[in-house]
């Protein structure tokens, strides 16, 4: 179950991470990278989107949906 933004938590982000599934494997890096780039400058309107706790705070996970791909493209 994905976590809901959270702005306490989004305050201590101190990495990202971006999930890719297997349906995106063909899609060049160049793309991927812009699309990652463009969903964390916006998580909150990320479907799926975790806060992974780390030694120096969190780490945002966002898993891409098919959703987000349609909204940043």
Avoid: N
């Amino acid at each position: 179950m994905p976590d809901t933004f959270d702005a306490y938590r989004e305050s201590l982000v101190m990495e990202t991470s971006t999930v890719w599934p297997e349906e995106y494997d063909e899609m060049e890096r160049e793309e991927k990278e812009r699309i990652a780039q463009a969903l964390h400058a916006d998580p909150e309107s990320c479907a799926h989107i975790d806060y992974v706790r780390v030694h120096t705070g969190f780490c945002r996970q966002i898993t891409v949906t098919a959703e987000d791909i349609e909204r940043v493209a």
